[in-house]
Nanobody, 127 residues
């Protein structure tokens, strides 16, 4: 069965950095889009960043552009989210997700498009 395991969350002061990692197992890591989502208390889960299998199609939500970078290592079945210049409004539980696209260049941003989810990792940014 597919398992996604996130790591790298924690607490940091505003302006700091964190690097989230997600390791996928139980799945052939090919033709799949990967996404990072976050959910703050009382808010809907939103797509922060997403990347196609080839890395040619990358999405960032406006609020994290120029601060966050998504990357993937298909040989190691991992995806990362480098988060710089963190702000208190970035505080949330961050989830890794996988969508079977069977495509090199397709990626998705909707929660309904992703069939596999990690357990989430807390990111807390203090002012």
């Amino acid at each position: 069965q597919v398992q996604l395991v996130e790591s790298g969350g924690g607490s940091v002061q505003a302006g700091g950095s964190l690097r989230l990692s997600c390791a996928a197992s139980g799945v052939t890591f090919s033709g799949d889009a990967m996404g990072w989502f976050r959910q703050a208390p009382g808010k809907e889960r939103e797509c922060v960043a997403a990347i196609s299998w080839s890395g040619s199609n990358i999405y960032y939500t406006d609020s994290v552009k120029d601060r966050f970078t998504i990357s993937r290592d298909n040989a190691r079945s991992t995806v990362h989210l480098q988060m710089n210049s963190l702000k208190p409004e970035d505080t949330a539980v961050y989830y890794c997700a996988l969508a079977r696209t069977y495509s090199l260049s397709i990626t998705y941003t909707g929660t309904k498009d992703y069939g596999y989810w990690g357990q989430g990792t807390q990111v807390t940014v203090s002012s």
